[in-house]
Each structure stands twice: as structure tokens, then as C-alpha cells.
């Protein structure tokens, strides 16, 4: 059977959630049931919303509702999807939309990653750590030369991947196709001295309209991967990014404004289906996501629900990129990989750009500490012998117990 299955969190009073269930199924879909004549309610059958199932928590406060609706009500498109099973229900009271199941039929017509994480290892060449990511600071009003040395000093510090800040757009100063241009020859020049190669992610940004022919030409001018801020422009426009055979980049997707609709406990969409499932669904290589214990943390469950989703085994979507992200620094790699295991990316911000040895210090600490927890090896025992690790651990503290 062609179908969605939703799953609610709602708000109510033991022994509501039946008539609350019902209310839903057939409110977003038939509408009206029993005042239908028989032979209407025989005609209108194949379309009407099902209740699946409905528990409650132990206090009798909440309720999981799950109700299912056939495929033949909407368009295979995400748009269509969340207007129907969750368009004016979220305007209607403490409702959040925690899970959505998508039969085999419907979930086929979803591209998921194009490179995933077997592709993005190959490109870079790292088969069995952690990636190393680093992003640009403090670049907005800078001219080039500011940016040309601050990805120099990251990539000669051997982060794997750099990624322009999500807030860096198409601007005079640094213009979307010039920082292409300079990234690939800056880069190609520590390539030649160090032999690592680093890639760069380029803010794709601008007006919907024009994104899809910016991403070809970033391709065209040799760019490496597509940073893309996915709720500010909405999931279809990520699909029509990944399905474009003319672009075929990896894509970074950006959680910027995930937490107007993910963050409330009791309204909006959960988190492992915003930046998880969906994302996964619609072609994202990478998916950023507030790390449990940084500068922004989330919820420890939560988070690691998201990573959940991205790795889960699916006959459908490649595994994508897990990017626990915000305030991390060295000392936090045990907890990380504990976490994320080997299959993620360590990012950092000011944990690259504030270490006493500048970004390149930053990104060998970061190394240090990667090839210690591969090596089982505990970091304070590392720094013995690494400077650029006994600095960071003096500036951020001590390994973070596991």
C-alpha cells in the first residue's frame, strides 16, 4: 500500500488521544466522515486517513499517535507530503511531528546523498578516522588576502575540508566565483608542498532562481563541494540541487534556521526528521547539527537520533556525513568518536582559529588527538610529545572524560 506514516507527540488527557487520532486522520484528508451517506463513505474509503496506532505516556499527558495516509492523496514531493500530514495541524495546539515513514513506492522517487560517506572518503582520501573540518572566522569585510591566508594556515594545518562560514554570501569583497578561484589555486599550492589535499565548501547562495546555474558553474570552475543553508531556501530546493546532473558536487547542508521549527518541545518537527531523515532523503552529503556538549548543545538523545538517522542501514539513501558542530574543541575528540564513532567529521571554528599556534597549530592538535584515540592512547599521554596538543589542552582543559 502507497503510504505516509506519521507520527504526533500530542498534548492532552488520558482517554483523548482516540477521538484526537480520529479528529487528524480524517481532518487532513476526507474531512467529514459520518455524516457522509454510505454510498459517499464507500467512494471516499481509499482516501480516507488511518489510525495505525496511539500510546500514551505514564502520566497520561502525552500521547505517540500514528496515523498513516495513502499516497494517492498528494504529489511525491516533500511540499506536498508536509501539507498534508502536517499543514494546519501545526497551527493547532501542542502537536509536533516526531517521525515520518514513507513506503517503498513513494521513498524510491527520493535521490538521498549523491557521494554519501563511501564518496566523500574516496575524495578525500581518509578511509578509516574521523574527517578534520575547519571553517572561515571573522571573514565578513576582509578582502582577499585575508581569506587567502586563513585558508592557507587551515589547510597547511591538515584539516581535511574547509567550509565558508554559513553567514559568508555572494559580496564585492569576496564574490562567490573569485573564492572558488582562489580557493582552488591556494589549496593546489599546499597540495604541491605538503601532498595533502584539503577541500573547500563554497556558500552557494543567492536567489532561488539562481542557485542551480551558480552550482554549475562552481563545478565548471573546479569547486570541491556546495555549503548550503537548506532551511532558510527548503528541502525541495536541496533535491533539485542533487538531482541536477550538471552539478554533481557534494553538498554540505547548513543547519541555519533548523531551531525555529525543530526546537520546541511540544510544537514544530523533531529533530532526527528535520536534520536527519529529510536530509538524507533529499541529498545531503554532510548534515551539521549542534554537538551535545559544545557552545549551542542539544539534547544528548536528540542528537544522537539525528546521527541515527543518517547512518541507520536503508536499501534506498547512502549513509551521510554526521557533523556534530559548535564550541568543539581538542579535548572533546574521545567524547566525539565515542559518540559519532569514526564515520563523522570533527568540526571546529574556534578550536582551529584560537589555538596559541594560530589555525595551523589548531589543525595539527586536532590530528594529535585523532591518531591518540586511534592508537587508544589517552591525550593527556599524547601531549607529552606533541606541542601543539599540550597547548590546547592547556587552553580548553583536559581530555573530557568518556
Known amino acids: 500500500m502507497s503510504e505516509v506514516i506519521a507520527t504526533y507527540k500530542i498534548k492532552g488527557k488520558t482517554g483523548t488521544f482516540e477521538k484526537k487520532a480520529e479528529g487528524i486522520a ?10 457522509l451517506p454510505i454510498l459517499e463513505q464507500e467512494q471516499l474509503q481509499k482516501y480516507k486517513g488511518r489510525v495505525v ?4 505516556s505514564e502520566d497520561g499527558a502525552t500521547g505517540l499517535v500514528k496515523i498513516g495516509y495513502p499516497g494517492h492523496n498528494y504529489s511525491n514531493d516533500l511540499p506536498a507530503v508536509l501539507t498534508t ?19 517503498a513506492d513513494l521513498k524510491k522517487n527520493y535521490p538521498g546523498p549523491r557521494f554519501g560517506i563511501d564518496g566523500i572518503r574516496e575524495l578525500t582520501g581518509i578511509k578509516e578516522r574521523p574527517l578534520l573540518m575547519s571553517i572561515f572566522k571573522g571573514v565578513i569585510g576582509r578582502d582577499f588576502t585575508f581569506l587567502e591566508n586563513q585558508l592557507k594556515a587551515q589547510a597547511m594545518g591538515g584539516v581535511d575540508v574547509v567550509k565558508d562560514d554559513e553567514i559568508l ?12 578561484r582562489t580557493g582552488k589555486r591556494v589549496l593546489q599550492e599546499v597540495y604541491e608542498e605538503t601532498g595533502k589535499r584539503t577541500l573547500y565548501a563554497v556558500n552557494l547562495s543567492g536567489r532561488t532562481s ?16 556546495l555549503l548550503f543553508n537548506v532551511f532558510s531556501y ?9 538531482e541536477d546532473p550538471g552539478i554533481s558536487l557534494p553538498i554540505m547542508a547548513h543547519p541555519a534556521f533548523a531551531g525555529a521549527v525543530a526546537a520546541s518541545p511540544s510544537f514544530g518537527v523533531g529533530y532526527s526528521l528535520w536534520v536527519g531523515k529529510f536530509l538524507r532523503m533529499t541529498g545531503a552529503d554532510f548534515s551539521l547539527f549542534p554537538s551535545p556538549y559544545g557552545s549551542v548543545a542539544l539534547n544528548k538523545d536528540q542528537v ?7 547512518n541507520k542501514e536503508d536499501a534506498f539513501f547512502k549513509k551521510v556525513l554526521p557533523v556534530p558542530s559548535a564550541g568543539i574543541h581538542p579535548a572533546l575528540v574521545p567524547l566525539l568518536v565515542k559518540d559519532f564513532g569514526f564515520d563523522c ?14 589555525a595551523i597549530g589548531g589543525g595539527k592538535a586536532f590530528l594529535q588527538a585523532i591518531d591518540a584515540i586511534l592508537e587508544g592512547v589517552n591525550l593527556r599521554e599524547a601531549a607529552e610529545t606533541q606541542s601543539e596538543l599540550r597547548k590546547a589542552l592547556s587552553l580548553w582543559g583536559e581530555e573530557v572524560k568518556v
Open 26 to 35: 480524517l481532518g487532513l484528508t476526507v474531512g467529514s466522515w459520518t455524516d
Open 53 to 56: 496506532s496511539i500510546s500514551e
Open 85 to 103: 500530514v502536517f499543514g494546519k495541524l501545526s497551527l493547532d495546539g501542542e502537536v509536533k511531528l516526531v517521525d515520518l515513514e514513507f513506503s
Open 169 to 180: 554570501f555572494d559580496n564585492p569583497l569576496t564574490p562567490f566565483i573569485e573564492r572558488i
Open 210 to 225: 539562481e542557485l542551480k546555474e551558480k552550482a554549475k558553474r562552481a563545478r565548471e570552475l573546479g569547486a570541491d563541494a
Open 234 to 242: 527548503g528541502l525541495d530546493v536541496l533535491q533539485e540541487l542533487r
Open 304 to 310: 544522537l537520533s539525528v546521527s541515527e538517522e543518517l
Open 345 to 358: 567529521v570533527i568540526n571546529a571554528g574556534g578550536g582551529i582559529h584560537g589555538h596559541p599556534d594560530g
